[in-house]
């Protein structure tokens, strides 16, 4: 598991968050924190194009950072701060904020698909944005490598059930979501640890399908496969699933715990995801190997299917 990041300058979440609720009760300290270095912004009568210059990022993140989009590390924050001639007390409040909006996001399975029939713009939101997405999964196939059949069954097993309707629509979405393999500008890499490849959520027909499928995608320019055996010497431990996704001036990482979804913003956050995404790279095998492996484990399927 990846440590919950401890808040900086001594505060703790609560008092951030306490902090934060006195600029806008109703939106998260990451909503909060942008509307505060937007305020302070109009109120210095400074263009964006200026700031960005004062404060040395791209216009373009600048204006990420006061959408909500990207969080800033405190360094920059504080950099604003001097650069729009904030006062002592605003600088406080500014080092709350960020510290309560580099805390991961939550998101309860129950309350959101009460709101909507399923999440999946959330992620093709996530996912259309990034231009490289690394997806690790340890208990079954990614997403966006799914079949029709795999992820319909997959989806039959969620708690809180799906109704109906809503199963089909989901299921729907997420096949949607899947052309965004094609799209050249963008890198997607997955890891993949056995088990989740031998998970069957149904008859065997159905895992065999799903093999054939990920074979399959693997040759996509855009698309790179590695695989982690179960008999490989561990060089690290086996998290739960988790998602980075990368853009040129920012980075965020999903995981789904079993209340809900879980987002991480925060620039030591998405670091201890690398950090552990690059430890589970030296468990895997890639390129012809992967291949190979998928290719045998295919063979074994398949046997028993026509056995």
Do not use: C
């Amino acid at each position: 598991m990846v440590p919950v990041n401890q808040p900086t300058e001594g505060a703790t979440v609560a008092a951030a968050v306490t902090a934060a609720n006195s600029v806008a009760r109703q939106s998260h300290p990451r909503q909060q924190l942008a509307a505060e270095l937007r305020r302070l912004r109009d109120m210095a009568g400074i263009s964006g194009r200026e700031l960005a210059k004062r404060v040395g990022i791209s216009q373009s993140t600048l204006s990420r950072i006061e959408a909500g989009q990207v969080v800033p590390p405190l360094p920059q924050v504080l950099d604003w701060a001097k650069a729009v001639g904030a006062e002592a007390d605003s600088q406080d409040s500014l080092r709350t904020l960020t510290a309560a909006a580099h805390s991961p996001e939550v998101q309860d399975w129950a309350a959101s698909l009460a709101e909507r029939p399923h999440l999946q713009d959330d992620v093709r939101a996530f996912e259309e944005d990034a231009h490289v997405v690394r997806n690790f999964q340890p208990a079954l196939v990614p997403g966006l490598l799914q079949t029709a059949d795999y992820a319909r069954r997959v989806f039959a097993t969620f708690d809180p059930p799906y109704a109906p309707d809503a199963l089909a629509a989901a299921l729907a979405a997420r096949l949607d979501r899947q052309r965004v393999l094609y799209d050249p500008a963008k890198r997607f890499e997955f890891l993949i640890t056995e088990a989740a490849l031998r998970f069957r959520p149904g008859p065997h027909r159905v895992l065999l399908a799903q093999l054939d499928r990920i074979i399959s995608i693997e040759t996509l320019d855009t698309v790179t496969i590695g695989v982690i055996p179960q008999d490989i010497e561990a060089s690290t431990t086996i998290p739960h699933g988790f998602v980075i996704y990368e853009n040129e001036d920012h980075a965020l990482a999903s995981a789904e715990p079993i209340p809900g979804s879980m987002v991480t913003r925060g620039p030591e956050l998405v670091d201890a995801h690398r950090r552990r995404w690059v430890a589970l790279t030296r468990m895997a095998v890639f390129d012809t190997d992967a291949r190979v492996f998928l290719a045998e484990l295919r063979d074994e399927i398949h046997g028993i299917v026509t056995n």
